[in-house]
Nanobody, 116 residues
Framework: QVQLVESGGGLVQPGGSLRLSCLAS????????MTWFRQAPEKQREFIAS???????NYIDSVKGRFAISRDSAKNTMYLQMNNLKPEDTAVYYC??????????WGQGTPVTVSS
């Protein structure tokens, strides 16, 4: 069973930046598509970005040009660099394998609050 732990969330002003990290329990990136999702208060969880085992990335339109997904296989860590943050980016952010998404199996997430 893959274990994933998100970190790096916090309070940031509009226009600021944060980098989220997702530490995996093992070397899983070569065989998994990895994803970032978020869930805002009283809203459904939504897909934000993904990176395949070949390194192909995909983003929802609302974060294109502001967020960047990456991974460091040597550190078993995936990242989400978030720039030019907006209040509507406030949410709990989750990393996950695509397989776990399909099983609806989620970790604790890391909260991000964008507010002045």
């Amino acid at each position: 069973q893959v274990q994933l732990v998100e970190s790096g969330g916090g309070l940031v002003q509009p226009g600021g930046s944060l980098r989220l990290s997702c530490l995996a329990s093992g070397n899983i990136f070569s065989s998994n598509t990895m994803t970032w999702f978020r869930q805002a208060p009283e809203k459904q969880r939504e897909f934000i970005a993904s990176i395949t085992n070949m390194g192909t990335t995909n983003y929802i339109d609302s974060v294109k040009g502001r967020f960047a997904i990456s991974r460091d296989s040597a550190k078993n860590t995936m990242y989400l660099q978030m720039n030019n943050l907006k209040p509507e980016d406030t949410a709990v952010y989750y990393c996950n394998t695509l397989s776990n998404v399909r099983r609806d199996s989620w970790g604790q997430g890391t909260p991000v609050t964008v507010s002045s």
